[in-house]
């Protein structure tokens, strides 16, 4: 007999969904943007005060729960147990909060600007004097390289990268279905879900889970339209492998639909292989570079860029990064460290990453506070 799915309501609130975690300690600071946008910013306590602090950004789509997956051992327990205070923002992007289906829409320009310097003016406030950090994913970390080479976050001890920094390269035939996809999509959806039993068995969705489960060696709905396809682009977005069973299950608690509005931000940035402002003629986001890697020499610190030898996602971006800084701004200190067999979303919440990369994160941090 075959399970119906049960259908979950849309979330139309502001209020941020809870954390799934499990540790003693946690501070949920009630957030606001720049701009008054809710987000949400939490402090994980370590029972000291003198830690150098990291703020961890997730990527589009994801939450803060990214670094927490209780099934594995996480980010947070990593950075707890080598003497950090771990720091996470949940922005707008994030799908704990309601604006990737309701609300607002936004830019990732509003991110650089309103988001990340407001948290980093925030905890800095908290924290007074002793170092931050900040370690970054995917659109996470595009977002944070325009605060940075905007100059809006100085100042930090180090930069950790995952993914995509500087130089977005998407798969061409991931391109082109942007703009066709985009193209059709535009009239009928305004976001891609991921939770089949969001949308039901049968709905204007349908035709997109049965393309997402085209070749597809893995039954489950939610893993298709992640690891099979991507949200309708046709690639991978993790080794399917390196995730356990547990976390595999709750993929849609930790990712959420994409919002299809978002897609011509991307599109420019994947045109132009670099960073680049949305707003162009828009003053209120003058304070941002026309083009953050024509602006990289703002960069006032140590970055590390991390990637995956599988993302299926940014590909080389990450080595093409370093290659490029090193040529155009050879006085900053840019390395890259690549990590075999790991795609992309299980450099974080894959079942094995404290051993294969969370140890690269904390050589680099101890290496940088030293
Ligand atoms: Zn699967």
Known sequence: MTRTPKLR????????????????????IPFHAADGVRLGLTRVGT?????????????????????????????????????????????????????NETGRRYTYDDVALHDI???????????????????????????????????????LAGVVSQGVFL???????????????GELMKNRFDHIPVDFRKVGLWSKYTPLFALAARKAQCPDPTCQILHNSAWGMGISLFVHGNLSETTHD?????????????????????????????????????ALPVNALDAAGRIDTRVLLLAGSENGLWQDSQKVCRDVLANRQPQLDVSYVEIPGYGHLDTFIG??????????IVDFLDKTRS
């Open 250 to 286: 709750r993929l849609a608690d930790l990712f959420g639909p994409a919002p299809l509005w978002i897609l011509p931000h991307l599109r420019r940035m994947a045109l132009a292989g670099s960073v680049v402002r949305w707003n162009d003629t828009d003053h209120r986001y003058g």
């Open 167 to 181: 130089t977005p390269r998407l798969p061409g035939r991931m391109s082109r279905r942007m703009t066709v996809a």
């Open 9 to 28: 309501r849309v979330r139309t609130d502001a209020a941020l969904r809870p954390l799934r975690h499990r540790l003693a300690d946690v501070e949920e």
């Open 47 to 99: 029972g000291s005060t003198d830690r150098p602090a990291v703020l961890l950004l997730h990527g589009h789509t994801a939450s803060a729960d990214m670094f927490l997956v209780p099934e594995i051992r996480n980010m947070v327990d990593v950075l707890v147990d080598n003497g950090y205070e771990p720091w996470l923002l949940d922005w707008r992007g994030s799908c704990r909060l309601p604006y």
């Open 117 to 155: 310097p407001a948290a980093v003016s925030y905890i800095r406030g908290r924290i007074g004097d002793r170092p931050l950090f900040a370690v970054a994913h995917c659109i996470g970390s595009i977002a944070l390289s325009m605060s940075m080479t905007a100059g809006l976050v100085p100042g």
């Open 351 to 360: 079942r094995g990453a404290a051993l294969d990369v969370f140890g690269h």
